[in-house]
Structures are given as C-alpha cells and as structure tokens.
C-alpha cells in the first residue's frame, strides 16, 4: 500500500462505515479489503483501518488461514500466531496466553465475539469450547497483542482476541462440514443465511463434537477419575436490517452446552458442565453528531463440578452480566477523528457452596480516543479509560475469615487505563510504532467473594478479599515492519517490556495466615510484581503461482518478585518467570493449485514450567518439566466439485505421543472431513 494510501485511510474508512454523508454501517469489511487489499480491522482504537497501519501490535488470522490449517478449535488456530501461547490439556481443554504469563483459567486475555465479550468472570477464564461459534462461520480473528484496557475496560492486560463473523447483511455464508477421526472424533456444523435485498440479513448456525479424551497418563488417581469425555453443542443466530439509510439494528442471540474435562485453578482436572447463554441488540445511526452506536447484552451461565457433590458441597454456580455500550465517532477537521465511550456493568454470581449467597459489583466507565494526522506519514492515536467499580455481597461470609457484609458492600475502587500508539511511514515498504500502555486486570468473583468456613475445602477458612486491588500491567513497544516486494513478503520486528504490579492470587495459592479468631484463613491477596521483556521476528508472504509461507521466532524473559512458593511447601499453581516457554519457533509452508491445497505448520517451544497435584483436590502440588518440543501439522484439501471439499488432517504427524502440559500427553490426531459451501 503506498504512503497516500495510509494517509487517506481515517476519512475513507469513516465513509465506507458512515458519516454524515454516507449510510451508517458498523463496518463493511468486504468494501474495505477489496479497497486496501488487506484485512480490516476496528479494534485496536474502535475506528475501522488496516491492519498495518493500526497503532497497535496486531496479527489478523483470515478464513484462509482458518480453512488451511485444519484446526477443529480456535486454539487450534491460535497456536501458530506468533507470541501466542497455547496449552493443550485435553482434546476439548485449552488455555491461551499471550506473550508469557499463561496458566489454568488464564484472567489476563479477553476474548471477545463481535466485541461482546464471552471472558468469563467467575475465575476469570475462557471456556474456549464453549464459545457458540463456527470456524466456518468466523470471518477473521484479531489477535491483539500487549494491553489495551482503554478501549475494551478491565482484563484487556497481556491482550485481546476478537473474533470476527460474517455480516449477514453483506456476506451470504452457506456451509455444512461433517468431521471424523482417531480418539472417536466425530463433529459436525451447519451455517446458513437468508437476506431480503441488501436491507435484512439472518445467518444461523449449529454445531457440536464428541470424542474420547486423552489417557490420563501422569494424572493422580482421583483427577483420572473425575475427568469424563468432552460433548459439546452451540447454537448462534446474528440478524441485521437496516431500517432506514441511516440507521441500522441487529439482535445476535447464543447458546452452548458442554461437558469438557478441564483443569482449574489448583492444578486439579475436574469434568465442568456448563450452559451458557446470550442475547444481545444493537443501533448504529448516522447522524450530524457522528457515527453514534448503542447495544446492550446479557450473558448468563450455569456451572456444576462433578467432584464437589462427592464433597457434600453444593456443585452449581450460575452467572449473569449486563452491559450497555454508548459512543459516537466523529471526524474533526480533515485530520481528527474522535471517539467518546459510556459503558454500565452489572455482574454476579450466585452459588451456595462458592460465595454462600451472592457476589457481584456494578462498574461506570468513560472513555475518550483521539487519532490525530500529524502529517501524511505520521499519525498519534491516544485512548484514555476510566473504570469504577462497586462491590456488593448479600450471604453469609465464611465464619473466622475477618470480613463483615460491610466489609464487601463498602469496596470500591477507580482505576485508570491509557493507550497511546504513534505510526511513522517514512516510505512506501516501511512503517515503525512507538506505543505506551497500561492495562487493568480486576479480581474475578472469586477472588472477591469466595467462602469456605472452617472444614469446608480443609482444616482451613477460605476466603475471598473486598480489598483487592485491580493489578495493573505498564507495556511500552516498539515495532517494525518492512514489505519485501522481492519476495511477495512482510517482516515485522517487536520490541516490548512490562511491568506487573498487585499480581492478584486466588485463594488456596497464598500461604495461610491466622485470623482474628485463631482459625489458619486462605484469602485472595495482592502477592507482588512482576516484569517480562521480549522480542518478536516473522516473516510471512505468499506468491501469484500458489505458494506461501511463513517464519517466526518469539522471546519472552520474565522474572518474578512475589511472596508465592517462597516456602518449603509449593501453594500456587502459577510461577510466572517459568510458565511459558521462552524461545518458540513457527515456520509454514503451502501451494494451492487448481482443485488441491497442501499445507505443512510446525511449531516447536522450548521448556516450561508446569504444576499437577498430587494428592487429593487442593492439596499438594508437584512441578512438571514440560521438555521442550517439536510439533508438525499438515492438511491435504481437495475440490471435488465445485460446492464439495474433502480434506485429511494430521496434528501432531511427527509423535504419536507427547507431554505439552502437566495434563494427560497429547496424542497423534488424524482427521478427514467433507464441507458442502452453497
């Protein structure tokens, strides 16, 4: 793209997504890549531009890229971005990390679909099989890497994934893929969509797999036995009309039910039932004002453990968040574009032997983003955020932990987060970033509002903290990225350091204390700080005669200063300066050419440190070398006709076996499916 290019793309974009001229429109991705030649984005400021000239660092993974490499999961697809961390712990149960500091129910990443967020804030985790989504039916995942909690709030820390769905208004997506393989993987989606005119549009999809787990190989006997086979099922309808030229509505509504075999928070491996659910309806309206958007959405879950109702402890919690977005966009000038953001949360979870009643919080926040054209090569985008949050509890606190009602329903706390990224193009082949951020991560209900009393989980009180306060994460980074038109290619070189201050532990990781009636108390706590450095090298490119390519290195040193597993007896499943491996490698290759694709990915990481327990739940923990590993996948596709494509899959070609976590060794996988695109 040239440098005249980069510079029009704040006024061109506003058009094709709306002002005061044009109809108003979320986004128009389709428009805009066929303009650019390059995939769109909103999410790194909320104002639609190209992913290269975005003032973030950020890798867009296509549906090519999806389609190509075979995954069955998102995770899947994640584990060959570069800085990306994924730990496979059984064909259903993943966690994702960016950039180091990964671990089980991971808080640091927000996930979000379409911009709602499917983050869960109970232990503040993904359930990543739960997500009520389709590959086929996702039309780009952006992977956003480093904070950026002054766009999106709280837990945008170590960074953002949205994943993106077709629009079915302007993309009419009609698929059906059937799934089968080795451990009895059997799945299969449908997605389809009907539009009247270009004024209304619904696409519907449904899906679901079952499988045979892992073999718990290492597992201790009693997390062998509460681990139990995945089955997981979604449901996902999106509908948008447009009501007039310049107004536009959509009501997007969402279901899944699994069974996954996960593991939590202290290291243990439990079977999880959950049923989620969301519904959400939005307005976008082109007015004098700006580009002004309002929605609002309302997620709920359903939780119970298998192994508690062994415990004679109520198994079940349930979940429900509402949240209400405002802003408007708004272009000043030939070089301003302004974006002013309201947002209410109100979320609590309920569960009688979790929280004995009822714990939640109501967060107030505002926000204000300015991108600024300094000069046709040269652009500053600054976002700032401020969040309040609330808290509230009605129940009956863990007798012996010290705290009152008053206690929780008297806790509040404002936090600020900022964003600041500026964009230098000297020539047409090179762009440099310069960007400044800091993150906002909050307690998750549990560690708020946990209550175990005396004998409940042990010869111990359990407990939740109302004065916890939100860690916070300062990032600075500096980018380069250089198109080598020789070789059809892009480098790009990233540079970072953080720091993490206030790391927030959940309970049963920090030592115990006595409290004020004598009894050892577990309680949630702010245990320290924490830093990481690293650097980042990849080259990816793709040529007119059908091949492409790609090639990357990541490195990422932490180093912990925390109170954690300082004492003889390790108590936390989670120790940052050896969590993540801190050298990993990607390299890819594919050729497409008439009816066939043929792609071969590799990953391979150095070692890490992992956490199992050893005894019975919440007891012991024993560290797990994870040795370093070399993993290769590979995909043959073929057209058979012009609506029909099979395909054959290998994960993991090279090792029939192979320990990737402290969970059960991840096994050689094999896979053949059959999609019909209408």
Do not use: C
Request: charged fraction near 15%; avoid cysteine.
């Amino acid at each position: 793209m040239s440098r005249s290019a980069n510079w029009l793309l704040p006024a061109t974009a506003l058009l094709l997504a709306g002002n005061a001229a044009t109809q108003a429109q979320p986004i128009d991705y389709t428009t805009l890549e066929q303009v650019f030649h390059e995939p769109v984005t909103t999410s790194a400021t909320g104002k639609p531009q190209t992913a290269s000239t975005a003032p973030v660092n950020m890798e867009i993974v296509t549906q090519d890229d999806i389609r190509r490499s075979g995954a069955t999961s998102i995770p899947d697809v994640l584990q060959f971005v570069t800085g990306v961390d994924v730990r496979r712990y059984g064909i259903a149960d993943a966690e994702v990390g960016i950039r180091g500091y990964n671990q089980p129910f991971n808080p640091r990443l927000l996930v979000l679909v379409n911009g709602r967020q499917v983050y869960l804030d109970d232990y503040g985790r993904v359930l990543w099989s739960g997500i009520p989504v389709q590959l086929a039916e996702i039309r780009q995942i952006e992977v956003i890497k480093g904070p950026n909690s002054a766009l999106y709030g709280f837990n945008a820390v170590s960074g953002v994934i949205n994943i993106i769905t077709y629009d079915p208004l302007r993309d009419k997506i009609n698929t059906a893929t059937f799934t089968g393989g080795t451990q009895n993987y059997l799945a299969g989606s449908a997605v389809g969509t009907g539009q009247i005119g270009d004024r209304a549009g619904l696409r519907v999809s449904i899906g679901g797999f079952r499988a045979d787990d892992y073999p718990p190989g290492p597992l201790p006997v009693t997390d062998a036995l509460n681990r139990r086979n995945p089955q997981v099922g979604a449901f996902n309808v999106d509908g948008r009309a447009m009501l007039s030229p310049d107004v536009e509505a959509y009501v997007e509504g969402s279901m899944s039910d699994s069974r996954v075999a996960a593991k939590d928070f202290a290291a243990d491996f439990d079977t999880f039932f959950t049923r989620t659910n969301a519904i959400r309806a939005g307005l976008s309206a082109d007015t004098a004002l700006g580009l002004l958007n309002l929605s609002a959405y309302r997620n709920g879950q359903e939780i119970s453990v298998a192994s508690l109702s062994l415990l004679s402890i109520p198994n079940w919690v349930a979940e429900s968040e509402y949240v209400v977005q405002a802003s408007d966009l708004v272009k000043i000038g030939a070089d301003h574009v302004l974006r002013v953001g309201l947002e209410y949360r109100n979320n609590a979870l309920t569960g009688p032997g979790f929280v004995n009643g009822t714990i939640g919080y109501n967060v107030y926040s505002a926000s204000l983003m300015w991108n600024w054209q300094i000069m046709p090569e040269l652009s500053l985008t600054t976002a700032v955020r401020v969040d309040t949050l609330y808290l509230r509890y009605s129940g009956t606190p863990a007798v012996g932990s010290g705290f009152s009602l008053a206690d929780y329903n008297s806790a509040h706390q404002t936090v600020p987060s900022f964003n600041a990224g500026l964009v230098y193009n000297p020539t047409e082949q090179d762009t440099f970033r310069l960007m400044l951020a800091r993150g906002v991560q909050l307690p998750s209900l549990v560690d708020f509002g946990l209550q175990g009393s005396f004998g409940t989980f042990g010869p111990v009180v359990v407990a939740g903290n109302p004065n916890l306060s939100a860690a916070t994460v300062d990032n600075a980074e500096f980018d380069y990225d250089r198109v080598l038109p020789a070789i059809d290619s892009t480098l790009r070189v990233a540079l970072f350091a953080q720091r993490n201050r206030d790391i927030i532990s959940e309970p049963f990781a920090v030592p115990p204390v006595i409290g004020p009636v004598g009894l050892p108390v577990l309680i949630a706590a702010n245990v320290g700080s924490s830093d990481a450095a690293g650097v980042e090298l990849g080259v990816k490119g793709s040529s007119p005669s059908g091949f492409r390519w790609q090639l990357s290195y990541a490195y990422v040193a932490t180093t912990d200063h925390t109170r954690l597993n300082r004492g003889p007896v390790l108590t936390s499943a989670v120790e940052y300066a050896h969590s993540a491996p801190r050298n990993v490698v990607i390299a890819g290759i594919g050729y497409s050419r008439d009816r066939w694709e043929v792609d071969l990915i590799g990953r391979w990481q150095s070692s890490y440190l992992d956490f199992r327990s050893t005894l019975p739940a919440l007891s012991a923990l024993q560290p797990v070398e994870v040795r370093n590993y070399l993993s290769l996948n590979a995909r043959i596709g073929y057209r058979l006709t012009e609506h029909l494509v099979a395909a054959v899959t290998a994960q993991q070609f090279n090792q029939s076996s192979l320990l990737q976590t402290a969970g059960p060794p991840v096994e050689r996988r094999v896979l053949a499916s059959i999609t019909a695109g209408f």
